[in-house]
């Protein structure tokens, strides 16, 4: 895979949780994924098409989003419940088509399926494809979260 | 959304299941989801660009699927382990790409994005889309399972 393929997602993360959250967040190193599971609580998915087939996945703990949220929204969000998910939705949405803008630019072209939500407490989520599977883990003050980007 | 657009997962799912597994299996109404929300054990997703943008999802219950593997493999699978995982992801591979050539016969054209497989117990999945979400529900001797179609 194209490691410039990633950089755009970072970028986008940072960009979106800044705007929408008012969070500080840090991207840490990007590596490869041998077991090829994300855990969490709450997860975003979305499948891309393009000049590479593939997906991804934004995987949250749960103290992490609900302060995502409760920043997003303005008042405390404690419970993983159906606004969690629409937010979460909503920033996987937002990741995904920033960083299709910056890889358009680039002149990589994808198209985005529809986002899916899966809320389950340590639900693992594993990507079938034969290429390789990129972890960005990202650390805030309140918990971490991760984003996984696989393509063919 | 285009009921069209249903049948043919129903008729792949049929055929890869009694192909793959030699399972009966049977579909249930397809119905509208109002609630949007899957509930099972292990799920396959896969999103779908072209005409319109989309996702499918295949949900399972623990045992259903543990049979279905059992049958594929000649083996008795007893839990859900990486062998299951593997095996939810060629499924709704399979089952995504006989729907897609008979739409691709109707003259509508999709893309698939590449499969991801959830696993934990009693996770729910919720599609973002402003497009109704159809659920079919399918029986078999051994347990139950669910696709949902949704498109934009």
């Given at each position: 895979?194209?490691v410039?393929?990633?950089?755009?997602?970072?970028?986008?993360?940072?960009?979106?949780?800044?705007t929408?959250?008012?969070?500080?967040?840090?991207?840490?190193?990007?590596?490869?994924k041998?077991?090829?599971?994300?855990?969490?609580?709450?997860?975003?998915?979305?499948?891309?098409?393009?000049?590479?087939?593939?997906?991804?996945?934004?995987?949250?703990?749960?103290?992490?989003?609900?302060t995502?949220?409760?920043?997003?929204?303005?008042?405390?969000?404690?419970e993983?419940?159906?606004?969690?998910?629409d937010?979460?939705?909503?920033?996987?949405?937002?990741?995904?088509?920033?960083?299709?803008?910056?890889?358009?630019?680039?002149?990589?072209?994808?198209?985005?399926?529809?986002p899916?939500?899966?809320?389950?407490?340590?639900?693992?989520?594993?990507?079938?494809?034969?290429?390789?599977?990129i972890?960005?883990?990202?650390?805030?003050?309140?918990?971490?979260?991760?984003?996984?980007?696989?393509?063919?």
């Amino acid at each position: 895979m194209d490691v410039k393929l990633v950089n755009p997602f970072i970028n986008a993360t940072i960009n979106v949780l800044e705007t929408m959250a008012f969070m500080n967040v840090n991207a840490g190193k990007p590596y490869l994924k041998m077991d090829s599971m994300a855990v969490g609580d709450v997860s975003g998915l979305l499948g891309l098409t393009g000049i590479a087939n593939g997906t991804i996945a934004v995987t949250f703990e749960e103290k992490c989003i609900l302060t995502i949220v409760s920043n997003m929204f303005g008042e405390t969000m404690s419970e993983l419940n159906d606004e969690i998910g629409d937010a979460v939705g909503e920033l996987t949405n937002m990741i995904s088509g920033q960083a299709r803008r910056e890889l358009e630019g680039m002149g990589k072209v994808f198209k985005a399926a529809i986002p899916s939500v899966i809320t389950g407490k340590n639900h693992s989520i594993v990507h079938y494809s034969e290429g390789p599977k990129i972890a960005i883990p990202f650390n805030t003050d309140d918990g971490d979260f991760t984003i996984e980007v696989c393509f063919e």
